[in-house]
Structures are given as structure tokens and as C-alpha cells.
């Protein structure tokens, strides 16, 4: 099957400092990824849609100026929190639709990256 | 707003047993259906999808597709203690965009 990674799997930063979090499609060219946000005993919350080449779509309430996403290529896409704070403390997870899927629509998911902010 | 529900659970089953989840959908446009399963502190991983009513069987997983009463369900067979987890049902309107998650159904395997 497809193959997301994430990196890092885990970072503990300061409040105020912005972290990047990077998503790779390893087998395959994504032209979309998702990024999504849970929070303890909750579910996976969409917070944008990137496609390659062109801006991420935001889901309302996500602030896109706090959240800045990148995807540069077909097999990466980036996340970066900047001046994070303690609320932004989350499970963050990517997924990839492959392009070569045709009329399929499965999406994989990368193995999440936990962040704690101190 | 698009809603896909499910039970919270927990939903316990003896090993061996039939575990059956269910989840329906309010959007009537909805075109993929997918089962993820959650263990805790890790991504979901994708065990099944569907596209088309009826029955879709894999291994001892089946998914249900109902689209005229908007239902999905899930059938594990033979449940064994490693399908503990959380299993989180989604639903997708079109190819290309996010899928929407049910906030999941916790189901417990005694040995």
C-alpha cells in the first residue's frame, strides 16, 4: 500500500518559537494532502487542504497565518505552527490521495507528529 | 454541516465473536465510505472501503453500504484482542476533497 511518513514523530518546543512539520508521500505523488488536528479522545479535525503548487484551502477557524502549509512538490508538503502556545499542543496528522488513483478516492495517512508546547 | 455519526461505544465483544459498527451520514451525495481503524496514540490506519451498495468482504472484515437509508457498517469476524481500537468511519462527497470523520466507535475484545 501507499507509504505517508512524518517527521518528526514527536517535538516538545517553548511557547513562542514555530515549528515545521514535514509530510512525504514515499511511493507514490500525492496531489492533494490533508492536514488534520486531534486532540485527546476527540477525532481528526480537518484543518487544510493543500494541492501542489497552489495555497491551501483553510477550514474555518484555522488561521492561516498561524498555520502556514507548503506543498512544494507531489511528494512533499510542510506545516509549520508558528509562535506556538500551550493550546496548540496536538496530534497532528497529514494524509495523501495518490494522483495515479483515478476515480478512487483513498487517502493514507501519515504516522502523526505529536507536538507539546511548553 | 455534514455529519457522520457513530456510537462512542465502548462496544465490548468476547473473542471469536461478530463485532458490528456502525455509522451513517447526512450528506445524501456522499460517493466513498471508509473504515479507518485508531489504535491509541497512533494515526488511523485504512482497513476497508466502499463505493458501491451492498456488501464489500476482506478477510474478516466486511462493509455494508446502504445509500438509501445512509448507512455503512462494519463486520469484523472472529474478533480477536488485537482489533481493539477505535474505528472511525468517513465519508467522502467527491474524489479530491477531505474526508469527514465520525468521532469514532471504541471496541473492546475480552480473551
Redesign the interface.
Known amino acids: 500500500?501507499a507509504v505517508v511518513s512524518q517527521h518528526p514523530s514527536r517535538v516538545i518546543c517553548k511557547s513562542g518559537t514555530s515549528v515545521k512539520i514535514e509530510c512525504r508521500s514515499l511511493d507514490f505523488q500525492a496531489?492533494?494532502m490533508?492536514w488534520y488536528r486531534q486532540f485527546p479522545k476527540?477525532?481528526?479535525m480537518?484543518m487544510a487542504?493543500s494541492n501542489e503548487g497552489s495555497k491551501a484551502t483553510y477550514e474555518q477557524g484555522v488561521e492561516k497565518d498561524k498555520f502556514l502549509i507548503n506543498h512544494a512538490s507531489l511528494t512533499l508538503s510542510t506545516l509549520t505552527v508558528t509562535s506556538a502556545h500551550p493550546e496548540d499542543s496536538s496530534?497532528y496528522?497529514c494524509?495523501a490521495?495518490s494522483r495515479t488513483s483515478g476515480?478512487?478516492?483513498?487517502?493514507?495517512?501519515?504516522?502523526?507528529t505529536?507536538l507539546t508546547v511548553t | 454541516q455534514k455529519e457522520v455519526e457513530q456510537n462512542s461505544g465502548p462496544l465490548s465483544v468476547p473473542e471469536g465473536a461478530i463485532a458490528s459498527l456502525n455509522c451513517t451520514y447526512s450528506d445524501r451525495g456522499s460517493q466513498s465510505f471508509f473504515w479507518y481503524r485508531q489504535y491509541s496514540g497512533k494515526s488511523p490506519e485504512l482497513i476497508m472501503f466502499i463505493y458501491s451498495n451492498g456488501d464489500k468482504e476482506d478477510g474478516r472484515f466486511t462493509a455494508q453500504l446502504n445509500k438509501a437509508s445512509q448507512y455503512v457498517s462494519l463486520l469484523i469476524r472472529d474478533s480477536q484482542p488485537s482489533d481493539s481500537a477505535t474505528y472511525l468511519c468517513a465519508v467522502n462527497a467527491q474524489a479530491g476533497t477531505a474526508l469527514i470523520f465520525g468521532k469514532g466507535t471504541t471496541l473492546s475484545v475480552s480473551s
Open positions: 500500500g496531489t492533494t490533508f476527540q477525532s481528526l480537518l487542504t496530534f496528522i494524509s490521495r476515480g478512487s478516492n483513498e487517502q493514507y495517512f501519515g504516522p502523526g505529536r
